[in-house]
């Protein structure tokens, strides 16, 4: 069953981290990704652009508008998402617990109810 793990994060996250710990944190999360790569668990972990970089894309009466921004106003955005195959919702759970930056910003951990089917 898929699940995925989204972490939502801000500019004030990522500034709060000092430069010098950086490298542990990035050996961690590499360290996270290669075990539950290993285990056919972990599908795909993807870090995200800030929301500077995010656009937001609408089609209205055959209209394409392009804004600059997330989605919605929000002080936080998702900055990394993992697709995780996992047998069943606690696994799921267990897994997320793992990855690195749980330990001190939230993971949100979601069913992934359909697909497009190449990989489900």
Same mark, same amino acid.
């Given at each position: !069953?898929?699940? !995925?793990?989204?972490? #939502? ?8 981290? =000092? $430069?010098?710990?950086?490298?542990? +944190?990035?050996? *961690?999360?590499? $360290?996270?990704? +290669?075990?539950?790569?290993?285990? @056919?668990?972990?599908?795909? $972990? %993807?870090? %995200? @652009? ?11 009466? @055959?209209? /394409?508008?392009?804004?600059?921004? =997330? #989605? ?8 990394? /998402? #993992? ?13 997320? +617990?793992?990855? =690195?930056? *749980?330990?001190?910003?939230? /993971?949100?951990?979601? =069913?992934?109810?359909?697909?497009? @089917?190449?990989? !489900?």
């Amino acid at each position: !069953m898929k699940f !995925m793990a989204i972490i #939502y994060g801000n500019k004030e996250t990522w500034d709060s981290f =000092p $430069a010098e710990d950086w490298p542990k +944190a990035i050996e *961690a999360q590499d $360290a996270f990704n +290669a075990k539950f790569t290993d285990t @056919g668990e972990l599908v795909s $972990a %993807l870090g %995200l @652009g800030d929301e500077l970089t995010a656009r937001t894309v609408k089609v209205r009466e @055959g209209a /394409v508008t392009v804004t600059d921004g =997330p #989605y919605v106003e929000a002080k936080e955005f998702v900055s990394s /998402v #993992y697709l995780l195959d996992c047998v069943d919702e606690d696994r799921a759970l267990a897994v997320s +617990a793992e990855i =690195p930056f *749980a330990s001190f910003r939230s /993971v949100e951990v979601w =069913p992934v109810l359909h697909g497009n @089917g190449s990989d !489900m």
